[in-house]
């Protein structure tokens, strides 16, 4: 949530952020419910202070035995004034934080200007794109051949975009995740959780999923408003939610695995085929909990534990910086990590990583205590996938297949999975 002195001091800042996003949020809503808060704070502190005075003055004539029976009458009628406008005001200020609710981030100054992810900046490549002296496979095509992925037994049991892993896949699939937490927690140094996987409403709205984007997730039926997480995110950076840190836990950094849920309600038509994009998959999530003066430095380290991933397991990728329209909601900047797919001949989001500067812990109410200035502050929260699994297994396939459609296992994983090379059934 954007800081409400912000838009009462600075709306142009405001709307030239809203601008590069492409946000067609209009300011003129704020505007107005601004001006009517003005004005009935005004009213109503005029009238409580009018009130105040007039208790007194009724305290001193019954001190002297004198008849305040209009004076009584006048402080009721003023009471029930002030209840009234209290309650108008109150009114007010939830319609304020419901827009404010509403609000994206705001991007910063060295996001690129863009009106789609055409418009993305490449910041940097790694590694050689192979080249085969046969024609490469798809991954659903390899699943097949390597008795891994059935899509039709997804299909049966749930429906479309649902998939069922089988084998050395399976094997394979699970490999990567402890393989992924281990690196983050020997190496890279974060605490490993084990979170839940149903949220409340609250959560959602701490993280900025709600209350813009519920068409996206997977509502539960009954008397709780429980929804099933989208990302690991949710549950993992809702840790702080309410919660004041001793600066002498940050920075804070944790690494949860977890499946993850999504209607995919906007995306009819793409990736329609295979695992690339279905409503169940996994991710391991990386989330980092900071200083305000540290999360330019954090956003640059948590994308480079990202991409260690994709070196240890040799595919390669890009980074690009996403451009102000393409960035996420809670978003002021993004690194997206993308692997190259053979059989797409393009390379392909893998992770998201994001610094949300301060935007989340507002809605949060997440902060650290600054001893120096003996104050709390807000905490600046990031987050990254470390990596999304089945895509990284996707790409995996794609990159080491060899001509009769075996698979090629990564030197990092042989000891995990217990063989060099997955043979074709």
Same mark, same amino acid.
């Given at each position: 949530?954007?800081?409400?002195?912000? +838009?009462?001091?600075? !709306?142009?800042?405001?709307?030239?952020?809203?601008?590069?996003?492409?946000?067609?949020?209009?300011?003129?809503?704020?505007?107005?419910?601004?001006?009517?808060?003005?004005?009935?704070?005004?009213?109503?502190?005029?009238?409580?202070? @009018?009130?105040?005075? +007039?208790?007194?003055?009724?305290?001193?004539?019954?001190?002297?035995?004198? #008849? #305040?029976?209009?004076?009584?009458?006048?402080?009721?009628?003023?009471?029930?004034?002030?209840?009234?406008?209290?309650?108008?005001?109150?009114?007010?200020?939830?319609?304020?934080?419901?827009?404010?609710?509403?609000?994206?981030?705001?991007?910063?100054?060295?996001?690129?200007?863009?009106?789609?992810?055409?418009?993305?900046?490449?910041?940097?490549?790694?590694?050689?794109?192979?080249?085969?002296?046969?024609?490469?496979?798809?991954?659903?095509?390899?699943?097949?051949?390597?008795?891994?992925?059935?899509?039709?037994?997804?299909?049966? !049991?749930?429906?479309?975009?649902?998939?069922?892993?089988?084998?050395?896949?399976?094997?394979?699939?699970?490999?990567?995740?402890?393989?992924?937490?281990?690196?983050?927690?020997?190496?890279?140094?974060?605490?490993?959780?084990?979170?839940?996987? !149903?949220?409340?409403?609250?959560?959602?709205?701490?993280?900025?999923?709600?209350?813009?984007?519920?068409?996206?997730?997977?509502? @539960?039926?009954?008397?709780?408003?429980?929804?099933?997480?989208?990302?690991?995110?949710?549950?993992?950076?809702?840790?702080?939610?309410?919660?004041?840190?001793?600066?002498?836990?940050?920075?804070?950094?944790?690494? #949860?695995?977890?499946?993850?849920?999504?209607?995919?309600?906007?995306?009819?038509?793409?990736?329609?085929?295979?695992?690339?994009?279905?409503?169940?998959?996994?991710?391991?999530?990386?989330?980092?909990?900071?200083?305000?003066?540290?999360?330019?430095?954090?956003?640059?380290?948590?994308?480079?534990?990202?991409?260690?991933?994709?070196?240890?397991?040799? !595919?390669?990728?890009?980074?690009?910086?996403?451009?102000?329209?393409?960035?996420?909601?809670?978003?002021?900047?993004?690194?997206? @990590?993308?692997?190259?797919?053979?059989?797409?001949?393009?390379?392909?989001?893998?992770?998201?990583?994001?610094?949300?500067?301060?935007?989340?812990?507002?809605?949060?109410?997440?902060?650290?205590?600054?001893?120096?200035?003996?104050?709390?502050?807000?905490?600046?929260?990031?987050?990254?996938?470390?990596?999304?699994?089945?895509?990284?297994? @996707?790409?995996?396939?794609?990159?080491?297949?060899?001509?009769?459609?075996?698979?090629?296992?990564?030197?990092?994983?042989?000891? +995990?999975?217990?063989?060099?090379?997955?043979?074709?059934?």
């Amino acid at each position: 949530m954007l800081d409400p002195k912000l +838009l009462r001091n600075s !709306i142009e800042t405001v709307e030239q952020g809203l601008k590069k996003r492409g946000s067609s949020v209009s300011m003129s809503v704020w505007t107005k419910l601004e001006e009517s808060r003005k004005s009935l704070q005004s009213y109503t502190e005029e009238k409580k202070a @009018l009130l105040n005075s +007039l208790s007194k003055t009724i305290g001193n004539l019954k001190v002297a035995k004198k #008849s #305040s029976s209009r004076e009584e009458k006048e402080a009721l009628e003023l009471t029930k004034e002030v209840k009234d406008k209290s309650s108008e005001l109150d009114e007010i200020l939830k319609r304020q934080k419901d827009f404010l609710l509403g609000l994206p981030n705001l991007p910063d100054e060295d996001v690129p200007k863009g009106k789609s992810e055409e418009d993305n900046v490449e910041v940097r490549k790694w590694g050689k794109i192979p080249e085969f002296s046969f024609k490469p496979r798809d991954h659903l095509e390899l699943g097949k051949i390597l008795g891994g992925i059935d899509m039709d037994a997804g299909s049966r !049991i749930s429906g479309a975009r649902f998939s069922v892993l089988k084998s050395d896949l399976a094997a394979l699939h699970r490999s990567l995740i402890q393989f992924m937490i281990d690196i983050h927690v020997r190496i890279h140094g974060y605490e490993e959780l084990y979170v839940p996987y !149903i949220v409340n409403k609250e959560s959602l709205i701490g993280t900025g999923q709600l209350p813009k984007f519920e068409e996206d997730l997977f509502k @539960l039926r009954g008397n709780q408003e429980y929804y099933l997480i989208s990302t690991a995110e949710i549950p993992v950076t809702n840790m702080l939610r309410g919660q004041i840190v001793n600066s002498k836990e940050l920075p804070i950094k944790w690494v #949860s695995h977890t499946p993850c849920f999504r209607s995919e309600s906007g995306s009819y038509g793409k990736d329609t085929k295979g695992i690339m994009r279905l409503h169940q998959f996994e991710k391991v999530e990386l989330v980092q909990a900071v200083e305000a003066s540290n999360s330019e430095k954090a956003l640059e380290e948590l994308t480079n534990h990202a991409e260690e991933i994709l070196k240890a397991l040799e !595919i390669p990728y890009r980074v690009v910086m996403l451009c102000g329209s393409d960035l996420g909601f809670s978003a002021a900047k993004t690194y997206d @990590l993308e692997a190259w797919i053979p059989s797409q001949n393009k390379y392909r989001e893998i992770s998201s990583c994001s610094n949300f500067r301060d935007f989340q812990s507002r809605r949060m109410l997440a902060r650290w205590k600054n001893e120096e200035k003996n104050n709390n502050e807000l905490l600046h929260t990031l987050n990254g996938s470390g990596l999304a699994v089945g895509r990284t297994l @996707l790409a995996l396939l794609e990159n080491n297949q060899l001509e009769d459609g075996s698979i090629k296992v990564p030197k990092a994983l042989e000891e +995990l999975l217990g063989k060099s090379k997955i043979e074709v059934k």
